[in-house]
């Protein structure tokens, strides 16, 4: 019975990259798809058309990882996907050929993220170069990861 040829040797805990929410519940400052990219919204506003018309959402917001504006219009009552974002700062440890060296509160180190071609990547190498204590902090969203900003560690003992 157990030769059905299933193979469940590379399964994952199934958490979605994204999940549905009516138009009409989303706030400026949360998180959006547009053109499959996640983006935060910086501008809402709300129309009614005309006599059997639906209320129509427009939404401009920016991508998070690039910057770039993104808008999009949508009826007030159907679902959008909402990224799942997730947050986390790291201590920066230092940088080699663009690669941030960068550790979390537990003590786990990564060496995957590329420095920022933007004034955080200026911050860093500035940060670097008088060897200051910054907090690095990553926002990762639909499988891609991006350094956003920067902040002087004041939580270290010297």
């Given at each position: 019975m157990a030769e059905e040829g299933f193979d469940f040797g590379g399964g994952d805990a199934g958490?979605?990259?994204?999940?549905?929410m009516q138009c009409s519940a989303l706030r400026k400052g949360g998180f959006v798809m547009i053109k499959n990219r996640p983006c935060k919204?910086?501008?809402?506003?709300?129309?009614k058309t005309g006599k059997h018309g639906h209320a129509k959402v427009h939404?401009?917001?920016?991508?998070i990882f690039t910057g770039k504006k993104l808008e999009d219009i949508c009826p007030s009552t159907h679902?959008?996907?909402?990224?799942?974002?997730?947050?986390k700062d790291y201590q920066l440890i230092g940088v080699e050929d663009d690669f941030?060296?960068?550790?979390?509160?537990?003590?786990?180190?990564r060496d995957d993220l590329k420095c920022p071609e933007d004034s955080v990547g200026d911050?860093?190498?500035e940060?670097?170069?008088?060897?200051?204590?910054?907090l690095c902090t990553v926002l990762s969203a639909i499988?891609?990861?991006c350094v956003i900003a920067t902040k002087i560690n004041t939580a270290v003992d010297k």
């Amino acid at each position: 019975m157990a030769e059905e040829g299933f193979d469940f040797g590379g399964g994952d805990a199934g958490a979605s990259a994204t999940f549905p929410m009516q138009c009409s519940a989303l706030r400026k400052g949360g998180f959006v798809m547009i053109k499959n990219r996640p983006c935060k919204i910086v501008e809402m506003s709300t129309s009614k058309t005309g006599k059997h018309g639906h209320a129509k959402v427009h939404m401009v917001a920016l991508d998070i990882f690039t910057g770039k504006k993104l808008e999009d219009i949508c009826p007030s009552t159907h679902n959008m996907e909402v990224p799942n974002v997730k947050r986390k700062d790291y201590q920066l440890i230092g940088v080699e050929d663009d690669f941030l060296s960068l550790m979390d509160d537990t003590g786990d180190t990564r060496d995957d993220l590329k420095c920022p071609e933007d004034s955080v990547g200026d911050e860093i190498r500035e940060a670097i170069a008088a060897e200051r204590d910054i907090l690095c902090t990553v926002l990762s969203a639909i499988g891609e990861e991006c350094v956003i900003a920067t902040k002087i560690n004041t939580a270290v003992d010297k």
